[in-house]
C-alpha cells in the first residue's frame, strides 16, 4: 500500500500535479534577508511616512491651544530620501531550520554478484545527494547515521549482514548573499558481518558545490545548481582470491528546487542528478579486468507539513532570529519518494557482475519527523524498498529497512 502511495505521488510531481493549498495566517516567522515587500521607509522617530497624520479634530484642538512653536527642522525632499530596505543579514539557524527542513535522502549503492556473493563495490559508499541536503546554501556542520539491514549475503556461510554508514559533513556559505556553498562530507562504514574487512573503515569522500540560479522571496520559491565529485577514498573489495580495486571517479551534476512558503505550514522539495562513472576499477585474482560501475539517474521528492513552530521571537516588518531559544522550536512530519535508474547496462568481468538486474529501477519511500533544536535540527525516519531484484540470487532487496539519524549544527 505504501509503494502504491509513492508510486502514485512519484507521477504527480512528474507530470505537476496540483499545488497544495496555503492557509493564511495573521503571524509567521519571516526569513531574511528582509521580506517581500520590504518594510515601508519611515521618519527619524520611526514613525512610516505612509501613515495618515493627525485627524481634521485634533488639527483644530491643537490650534484653539497657545503653545509655544518649536523651529521647524530642516526638509529633504522625499525624491532624496533613501527608501531601500536595510541591508541583508544571514540567516539565523533557527530561521534556517524552521522554514527550510534538508531532505532526508536515501541511496543503497548496488552491491557486486560475485560466484553466488553480495558484497559491497568498491569504496561501499557512492554519492547520494540528497542525504541531509537543501537547496539553500547553508552554514553548517553535520552527522548521519544510516543503517541497512540485510543488505549482504555471504553464500559459504548462508549469513546475511548489515551495512551502517556514519557521515560527518562539513558546510560552509559564501557570496556577495551567501548564493554559493561548498559541501564536503566524509563516510565511515562498518558491518555486522564476521571477517568483513573489506567493509570497515572509511567511505569514498564527496565534495559538493552549490549556486542559487533562481529565487522568489515573495512565493518561496528557489532553484539551486551544481555539482558534486567523488573521489575513491575508500577500500576496496573482494572475495575469495577476486579482489577489485577502489580507482572510480564520479561526477554528479543536479539541479534542486524547494517551495517553502512563508504563510503555509506545507512544503516540498525535488531534485534531480545524474551520477556519472569517470573510469572503471581493477579487478585481479581469479577474474581479471576492468570494472565500470554504471551510471545512474536519480530523483527525489519530499512533502513536508510543519505541526509545530515556536511564534515566541514575534511578528513583525524585520528579520526575526531565535538561535538563542533552547527547546523544541518545531516539530515537522516528513515524507519521501526516490527514485534511481541505471542509465547503461552493468558490466561483467569473469565472476563479477557490477548489477545482477542489469539497468535495475529502484524506488523507495522512507518518512519521519524534524525537531527544530533552536541553533541545530534532529531529524530521524525509517525506510523500505519497493522494488525487487529480477534475477535469481538469495537476496531479493537492497536492503529490508533503513533506518536513520541525522543532526544539523547551524552556525
Known amino acids: 500500500m505504501v509503494c502504491r502511495l509513492a508510486s ?211 512565493s518561496g520559491r528557489l532553484l539551486t545548481g551544481g555539482i558534486g565529485l567523488t573521489l575513491p577514498t575508500g577500500r576496496g573489495t573482494g572475495t575469495g582470491t577476486t579482489r577489485i580495486q577502489n580507482e572510480s571517479y564520479f561526477l554528479t551534476p543536479y539541479l534542486a528546487a524547494i517551495y517553502s512558503p512563508h504563510d503555509s505550514d506545507f512544503f516540498m522539495q525535488q531534485y534531480i542528478s545524474a551520477d556519472f562513472t569517470m573510469n572503471g576499477n581493477t579487478v585481479t585474482g581469479a577474474s581479471s579486468g576492468d570494472l565500470s560501475q554504471q551510471h545512474l539517474l536519480k530523483m527525489d521528492t519530499q512533502f513536508g507539513r510543519w505541526w509545530y513552530r515556536n511564534m515566541d521571537c514575534g511578528c513583525t516588518d524585520s528579520c526575526v532570529e531565535c538561535g538563542g531559544s533552547s527547546g523544541v522550536q518545531g516539530v515537522a512530519s516528513l515524507f519521501e519518494v526516490h527514485y534511481t535508474y541505471a542509465l547503461n547496462e552493468a558490466q561483467t568481468v569473469g565472476a563479477v557482475d557490477a548489477n545482477i538486474d542489469d539497468r535495475m529501477n529502484v524506488l523507495n519511500v522512507n518518512t519521519g519527523f524534524l525537531f527544530d533544536l533552536g541553533s541545530g535540527s534532529l531529524t530521524t525516519a525509517v525506510a523500505i524498498p519497493c522494488t525487487e531484484f529480477v534475477g535469481s540470487g538469495p537476496i531479493d532487496k537492497l536492503f529490508d529497512v533503513e533506518y536513520i539519524i541525522q543532526y544539523n549544527y547551524y552556525f
Open 8 to 218: 502514485v505521488l512519484l507521477v504527480l510531481v512528474l507530470t505537476g500535479g496540483p499545488q497544495l493549498v496555503q492557509a493564511e495566517k495573521p503571524c509567521y516567522r519571516k526569513t531574511c534577508p528582509p521580506p517581500c515587500p520590504p518594510p515601508c521607509p519611515t521618519h527619524d522617530d520611526g514613525r512610516s511616512i505612509y501613515l495618515p497624520g493627525p485627524s481634521t479634530e485634533d488639527t483644530k484642538d491643537a490650534e484653539a491651544v497657545d503653545l509655544p512653536q518649536a523651529d521647524e527642522p530642516d526638509f529633504e525632499p522625499m525624491a532624496n530620501q533613501d527608501f531601500s530596505p536595510p541591508p541583508q543579514t544571514a540567516q539565523g539557524p533557527t530561521t534556517q531550520a524552521t522554514t527550510r527542513p534538508n531532505m532526508i535522502g536515501d541511496f543503497r549503492q548496488f552491491p557486486l554478484f560475485v560466484s553466488g556473493d553480495y558484497i559491497p563495490a568498491p569504496g561501499t559508499t557512492r554519492l547520494d545527494l540528497s542525504q541531509n541536503f537543501n537547496p539553500v546554501p547553508q552554514n553548517r556542520v553535520y552527522v548521519n547515521y544510516h543503517r541497512f539491514s540485510e543488505t549482504f549475503f555471504d553464500a559459504d556461510t548462508n549469513d546475511r549482514s548489515s551495512l551502517n554508514s556514519v557521515y560527518l559533513g562539513y558546510e560552509e556559505a559564501f557570496g556577495c548573499d551567501n548564493d554559493f556553498s561548498i559541501d564536503v562530507r566524509l563516510p565511515f562504514v562498518f558491518s555486522d558481518m564476521a571477517g568483513n574487512d573489506d567493509i570497515d573503515g572509511i567511505g569514498n569522500l564527496s565534495v559538493i558545490a552549490k549556486s542559487v540560479l533562481l529565487e522568489d522571496e515573495c
